[in-house]
């Protein structure tokens, strides 16, 4: 914050398209924003630092060309590497005659970004569960986008790890467009319960990364009560707003910022014009709306530097005002005599502001390090198993037979493996697998367990237990993701061979005799692979309930090509539409489990019978979930490798 301290080639100034007063109407909800304070701190000492964006369709780039570089991340990740670059790109730029000072001060500020991802508790020791995460040196700022089109916070929840860079130090989260718009000011919605999840998620990340809400607005979207577009209430901000209020996290607003202009269709710029930021279809900004986002969240770091600065002046100029008075006749008659009054005043008046620096900063500390409040939602906490989207290689080391066998231990390494394997890339995984199934990719990135004979067997071990007082909450929804595709695939079986039960019943259903008969019968779950409706393959998911346990094994059984789902009386003209591509076979891809979250979610669901529903990421699991943590890993490491060659040339 000093200007003494500043880095050459730092410059938060830039030339803004929209005015002064629309850009502060859209910081919605400013507060103590301690981490993201810390976080420009460490940016202004020359750190690289590592930024995550989630979100749908519009962070992902619809509406600027389906790229997200394109819209309001990629300008702030722009504009970060051009005003404020580390440390070790900037004494790249300007040569040799720094670079000693430089690598000095940027392994500095490497050890401070070391221990901040230790996940150290309020006391100072490691936080229960936390493990050193350890970043190589950037060059630059890294910043990755996993938001992931047509999904709402619920799918990004349950599959975080698949969607983060490693070690992140700021998320940006875009969700007010894609969730639910109708408030829910008990937090009873399920989609209200999963975005507070991911929030705190987020905010117990080994990294403790500053998380800022980005909310988006369709202004033509229609209304979900047919009352037609253009509504001001019209996306799921009031319910963000409360949660930003509640967590401590800044939030920007583009509705806040525009709807005086757009909803009079008038503007004194041309910039906050409806035409020219809503021009990309009926739920996404075009990039005059993109535009706009980004000038919000430039106007927030601006204002936080540009407080903190004022704050430390006026403290330190507040306490050289002391000093001076009180020592004002002695430093008279020493400065008369001596004539260096003026010297040691501008020293008295550095001290004080490197002291008062500081106490700000410590201030801060105390403040970002408070441990997180009760949920807003009944019971609504984070878990704390790890990861609850376990695909690629966490599910590798799930499955009994593949390099591990049953036993006591097993959960627990099998916990251990899911809370470290984004650290290793799926094609490292070892080749073992049950009798009858290979562990592949097929050359397309998608990880499984692939069989290609019926009565084939897999065991997958996994607690589906939950902490705290949830584990007594009945129920969970849990969902299998599986290949499903066009040609040669076939279907298998799922049950629940032993430690808990499968498809509902348990608590929710104890007082009832008929219920409990009913639950006790041998369930089973047929999940077909054979879609022969359409040309495509995807990573479906097929939902069931399970009860929560400590160690839970399910049992999947290939059973080559399907019965007809409608039996014998299935008319030829239905069946020629279910096999309008390919034939079924006897292949059948496994390629994940989807642990639930939320007792509730599973008592909503209670109605739908025995095969639960209302999973955590509805019909099928993207692409981008298959691949957005490897290129994560691969942007920071690539900014990695940068550092090496420039470290090499200097030798």
Known sequence: MARNRRIPGHSLRYNFSIPLTRRLAGLSYVGHAARLRLLLQRIRRGEAVVVGGLGGSITAGQGVGLSWTR????????????????LAATAARCGGAAAGDTSVRAAAGEAGSREALTGADADGGAAPGRQLLLRPALTRHVVHSGAVPGTQSSYVSACLAQHLPPAPDLVLVEFAVNDPPAPSPAYADPSRRAFERLLRKLLVLPSRPAVVLVNMYAHNAPAPDGSGCCKFWNNAERDFTELAAHYGLPSVSLKAAVWADTAANTSGSEALAAGALFNAGRYHPGPGGHVVAFELLLTLLQELAAADWRMAAAAAAAAAARQHHDGASSTSTSSISSGSGSAEQQQAHDAAAVQAEAELRAAFEAEAARPLPPPLGAENWEPERGSTCIIQQEFHALVVGSGQEPGPGLQQGATAAVATATAATAAAAPAAAPEGWQWTDEGRGKWGFVATEAGRQLRIRVRTELDG???????????????????????????????????????????SAEAAAAAAAPW???????????????????????SQAADCVLLLTTLGPAPPTGGSQQSDAEVQRRRRFGTPGSKFKVMGILLGEDPAAAAAAGAGGRRGGGGLVDAFLRPESLVSAAVARNATL??????????????
């Open 638 to 651: 690539q900014a990695a490798v940068g550092a090496a060659e420039a470290a090499g040339g200097r030798r």
């Open 71 to 86: 819209g309001w991340l990629g300008h702030l990740a722009a504009w970060m590497n051009a005003a404020a670059p580390p």
């Open 469 to 511: 007082p949830r584990r007594d909450r009945g129920d969970v929804v849990a969902q299998l993701v599986y290949l499903r595709g066009y040609d040669g695939m076939g279907a298998a079986t799922l049950t629940c061979e032993y430690g808990c039960s499968c498809g509902g019943g348990g608590a929710d259903s104890a007082d």
């Open 524 to 546: 089973r779950l047929v999940v077909d692979g054979y879609a022969g409706e359409r040309q495509v393959t995807v990573a479906a998911t097929a939902d069931f309930t399970v």
